[in-house]
């Protein structure tokens, strides 16, 4: 029986070119993907991103590798609570290669998220899943995230954007 390598989650280090490059070729997979909208990435992105995301200290990321081989990602973005008056950690990709789904690898990655959110104080992780995405709304519902709401007759709180520019 063939045994699958150990899979190591880590936090990345923008500075390092092995981290740097597993970040856009699983960011860029994901991106080919239906439920990242199914397009690579730009050659902007790919050009830009690792040092755009060093730049800003409120956001980080989480590597998941099989061997060497780089498997999950998860990119995080720090924010703000005025309710709470503390930070809170949106959750903004999170990418397992096809491959390697069903394996638990994402649970691990949200658990580093989840250990750097309550180093930084915040006070609830945050996320928005396509509706079509049913493995992925599975995993976060026994992850424990839920629909948000403040008053229930108010219903719950939908995920709006506008492109600007």
Same mark, same amino acid.
Request: hydrophobic share 50%; aromatic share 8%; charged share 20%.
């Given at each position: ?24 070729? %699983? %960011? ?19 050009? /830009?991103?690792?040092? !755009? ?36 950690? /949106? ?16 649970? !691990? ?23 079509? /995405? ?32």
């Amino acid at each position: 029986m063939l045994e699958r390598p150990l899979i190591k989650i880590v936090r990345a280090d923008y500075a390092d070119p092995v981290h740097g490059a597993a970040l856009i070729d %699983l %960011l860029d997979s994901y991106a080919r993907d239906p439920a990242g909208g199914g397009a690579p990435l730009s050659d902007f992105a790919r050009a /830009n991103l690792v040092g !755009q995301l060093a730049a800003r200290p409120f956001i980080f990321s989480v590597l998941a590798f099989a061997g060497d081989t780089p498997v999950g990602l998860i990119n995080a973005i720090e924010g703000f609570s005025t309710f709470a008056c503390r930070p809170l950690v /949106n959750v903004h990709d999170v990418v397992v290669l096809p491959g390697h789904r069903g394996r638990g690898i994402a649970a !691990q990655m949200f658990a580093e998220i989840e250990a750097i959110a309550s180093e930084r104080g915040a006070c609830k992780l945050t996320l928005e899943v396509l509706d079509g /995405n049913a493995s992925a709304r599975a995993l976060y519902r026994r992850l424990g995230f839920t629909a948000y709401q403040l008053d229930p007759a108010m219903g719950n709180a939908q995920f709006l954007h506008k492109w600007l520019g």
